[in-house]
């Protein structure tokens, strides 16, 4: 049987870590690589064509082919949303990669092309919307709600029943506790730790380590 085919769009070293996961776990075949046209520099990227977003209809249409878009969170995850709507427009399924060394365990409904790595704990009852990016290593409490358009990093820890509204962007080793709501828009730093409601496009900062006024070898470390 032949594998299906699936063109990933962008290319940076995200884009090629999803051509490894599809291919590696989701047994696809990827053709290349798309950007549009007007950021087309490179013929080839990962020893893999580079195509024109604008060409991929005659060359990949959609019936043969699938497309998932892989780009960081620049401008809040407004570029991932965008060629996002782009391929939707053009007729293109866009599949979800979740990883089968993930703990999924909830049974809700999710949206597309989600990008969920490895050793990521998502507990019963939480909802996923579409566009999402969760790096590996997160917890995602039970009844949680992770909306569109969101990029969480690695060791994220959120509490139960909190809800992530859409094109928020959450650092390493923030801490959320249940039963908040982030914003649209805001940012959390890495290592923050969020006790309430955050308000739109708000960018929330940790307290920062100072250094001791001793050395180390003044210290008696028992």
């Known amino acids: 049987m032949s594998k299906r085919k699936i063109i990933i769009i962008g290319n940076s070293p995200n884009s090629r870590l999803a051509r490894?996961?599809?291919?590696?776990?989701?047994?696809?075949?990827?053709?290349?690589?798309?950007?549009?046209?007007?950021?087309?520099?490179?013929?080839?990227?990962?020893?893999?064509?580079?195509?024109?977003i604008e060409d991929l209809q005659k060359l990949f249409p959609p019936a043969t082919c699938d497309a998932f878009v892989a780009v960081g969170y620049n401008q809040m995850n407004k570029v991932r949303e965008n060629l996002y709507h782009q391929m939707k427009g053009l007729g293109y399924t866009l599949p979800n990669y979740i990883s089968p060394r993930c703990s999924f365990l909830t049974e809700e409904p999710i949206g597309d092309n989600n990008f969920i790595l490895e050793d990521n704990t998502i507990q019963p009852f939480v909802k996923i919307g579409s566009n999402n990016v969760l790096w590996s290593g997160n917890h995602i409490g039970h009844d949680g709600v992770i909306g569109d358009h969101n990029f969480l990093t690695s060791h994220v820890v959120v509490s139960g029943f909190t809800r992530i509204?859409?094109?928020?962007?959450?650092?390493?080793?923030?801490?959320?506790?249940?039963?908040?709501?982030?914003?649209?828009?805001?940012?959390?730093?890495?290592?923050?730790?969020?006790?309430?409601?955050?308000?739109?496009?708000?960018?929330?900062?940790?307290?920062?380590s100072s250094v001791f006024d001793k050395r180390s070898d003044e210290l008696t470390i028992s």
């Open 20 to 52: 490894f996961y599809f291919e590696k776990d989701k047994g696809y075949e990827v053709v290349g690589y798309a950007v549009n046209r007007a950021y087309l520099n490179t013929p080839t990227f990962d020893d893999r064509t580079v195509y024109a």
């Open 165 to 208: 509204t859409h094109h928020c962007f959450i650092g390493v080793n923030a801490t959320l506790r249940d039963n908040i709501e982030i914003a649209p828009e805001t940012l959390i730093a890495a290592g923050a730790i969020i006790m309430k409601n955050t308000n739109p496009k708000e960018v929330i900062l940790p307290a920062r």
